[in-house]
């Protein structure tokens, strides 16, 4: 099936560095790509959608400015989180939907998830 | 406007219990998806099952099963014979077909704990 992998899986950093999430999809070709936010012990919480070579749609109350999202290609998208600040500590998850024919197009396909850590 | 309630928050059975994990849903869409996933502790969200709104029939896989009601907005799914493995969140999510965006709208998620 779909898969979906993320990098780095855990990251700790110190507040006010800025950390990037990579979000792959593997040998299948995306046309979207989500990320969601997950506190612990609660739901995901949509962050954005982003589609391959046009600007992300955030969510209301998402910063766009503090969550940068680049989907440059068509198995790529990164979420940058620009100044964090402990606040922002959270588990970042993405997920892909894929072109016709790539399993179910309405269907989401997650990554393993990145747990961040500010200081 | 849309909606999926989880109404168990957390559900502990022994090992080898049957077990249902509710799931109620609004919309008035006439075209959407309904989906269950699994995340483990591990944290990844593991895929489970698709169902359109067009089709009714129930889903049986391995000891896995799901029954999908629309007069109840109901799309239930049991665990027969759990196993400590079962332990995880999971979580319904359902999808409008309508909004051409595929954004998932998820339930508060069942958190369950097999014990052995």
């Known amino acids: 099936g779909a898969v979906v992998s993320q990098h780095p899986s855990r990251v700790i950093c110190k507040s006010g560095t800025s950390v990037k999430i990579e979000c792959r999809s593997l040998?299948?070709?995306?046309?979207?790509m989500f990320w969601y936010r997950q506190f612990p012990k609660k739901s995901l919480m949509l962050m954005a959608t982003?589609?391959?070579?046009?600007?992300?749609?955030?969510e209301q109350g998402v910063e766009k400015d503090k969550f940068l999202i680049n989907h440059a290609s068509l198995t790529l998208s990164t979420l940058t989180v620009t100044s964090a600040h402990p606040e922002d500590s959270s588990f970042y998850i993405c997920?892909?939907?894929?072109?016709?024919?790539?399993?179910?197009?309405?269907?989401?396909?997650f990554g393993p998830g990145t747990r961040l850590t500010v200081l | 406007a849309q909606k999926v309630t989880q109404a168990q928050t957390e559900i502990s059975v022994v090992e080898k219990e049957d077990v249902t994990l509710d799931c109620v849903y609004e919309?008035?869409?006439?075209?959407?998806?309904l989906f269950w996933y699994k995340q483990p502790p591990s944290g990844e969200l593991v895929f489970l099952i698709r169902?359109?709104?067009?089709?009714?029939q129930n889903e049986i896989s391995g000891r896995y099963s799901w029954n999908f009601q629309k007069s109840t907005s109901s799309f239930n799914f049991t665990i027969t014979a759990s196993q400590v493995v079962d332990s995880a969140v999971y979580f319904c999510?359902?999808?409008?077909?309508?909004?051409?965006?595929?954004?998932?709208?998820f339930g508060t998620g069942t958190r369950l704990k097999v014990l052995a």
């Open positions: 997920s892909a939907r894929f072109l016709n024919g790539q399993g179910a197009r309405d269907t989401q396909y």
């Open positions: 040998d299948f070709q995306a046309t979207t």
């Open positions: 982003s589609n391959e070579g046009s600007k992300a749609t955030y």
């Open positions: 919309t008035r869409d006439t075209t959407y998806y």
């Open positions: 169902r359109n709104s067009f089709d009714e």
């Open positions: 999510a359902l999808s409008e077909a309508r909004s051409g965006t595929y954004k998932y709208i």
